[in-house]
């Protein structure tokens, strides 16, 4: 799919759907004060006004001799503003009628109606943004956790993009002198100039694509299973994680037929919480079918909860592909597990021990990511790192000729994440920089 234009100007509601008390139109391009100055006019005055950049002014929005409404313009003079480019902000009142006129005001004054993306694009394109800096915006939009936001939000301060620079500037002086060594062998090359940061690189990427995982849950959500014998406590502990009642609690073995989903956020991370039915023998066959539908629930989860009673212990369900954690429950009945047996005592009634619960699970949900400050939660760059690390082992292991090859694939495939793509002319300067002075 082509680019769009980036040399016309642009408009766009940039408020969310439905009524609010401010909505904004926002317009990025040449005739972006042009417009403004058609559009606008200051309170107490006729007649347009100099717009001066960085300017917030107080006035009235009106378009062929009909007011649309009163407001506020903002004024961003390019290059210092987000797209690069001039631009202006409409703030008005929230009404959807409000906005839609004021977007069709731009446009017949000169403007297109902007796609999908296309401002942070014109901020990608002017060198306002780095490509990782860019889908930070998307995300930082979407986060639905605090962890989200605050890896977005990391992801928006250059962090990522550095290390993944000295990754991708690492691979081009190897592959710089690789191809030295092979236009011109009189020059030399120790082995170790080859090795040494290849090794180097191999351990970066295998740290950030450590960071996958939690980064996966920290944007999208873990699901954690609670899986256990009828009566074991599995919707009563729910209920105590979620602090109200949410699934229904009785005596009865097997009142659970089917799984029940509640969400809440853990150490940031949000998570849904898989109340299922209580796993045994049953002859009734709505209770089986929901028997089957909790274990494959479990397989699929994030994490599982086995939930114990310790009055009837039970060895852990086999064939669970996920990490377990075992919950011994009712705590408050003093009835003690099997002596040497490991897991979390928590008593659903008073509350004892869910802390400790809620800390572990946070913890073995973030465990995959060593202590990084920030992750990897986009999926395109994680399939892009794990094959620059395919690559990189690759060429390790091969002849300068081959090693080459296999290191432009991999530069290849990290320009797709930073957008970095001069391999050509990086290589070259890496080349001649290695000569003697006058050669």
Known sequence: MPLPPTTDTIAAIATAPGAGAIGIIRVSGPQSLEIAGRLFRPAGRRTAHELTPGSVTYGSFLHEGELIDDGLLLVFLGPRSYTGQDSIELQAHGGPAVLRRLLEACVRLGARQAGPGEFTLRAHLSGRLDLVQAESVLQIIEA?????????????TGRLSERLSEIQTALTGVYGSIQAQLDYPDEGIAPAAVQEPLVKVLSEVDSLLGTARAGRLARHGARLALVGRPNA???????????????????????TRDYLEAQLELDGI?????????????????????????VSVAESADLVLHVVDPAEPEATPEGLRTGVVTVWTKLDLMVEPPAGASGIRVSSVTGEGLESLREEVAERLKADAGGEEFWISNERHAE??????????????????????????????????????????????????????GK
Request: with cysteine.
């Open 144 to 156: 639905r956790s605090e962890s989200a936001r605050r890896n977005a939000a990391a992801g928006l």
């Open 233 to 255: 406590g599995k919707s009563s502990l729910l209920n105590a994680l979620l602090g109200f009642s949410r699934s229904l609690v009785s005596s009865t073995p097997g009142t």
């Open 270 to 294: 949000p998570v849904t919480l898989i109340d299922t039915a209580g796993l045994r023998e049953s002859a009734d066959e709505v209770e089986r079918a929901g028997v089957a539908a909790s």
């Open 384 to 437: 892009a790192l794990s094959r620059v690390r395919e690559l990189v082992a690759a060429a390790a292991a091969a002849p300068d000729d081959l090693a080459a090859l296999d290191l432009a694939d991999a530069l290849e495939a990290l320009a797709g994440i930073t957008g970095r793509r001069d391999v050509q002319g990086e290589t070259l300067a890496h080349i001649f920089s290695q000569f003697c002075v």
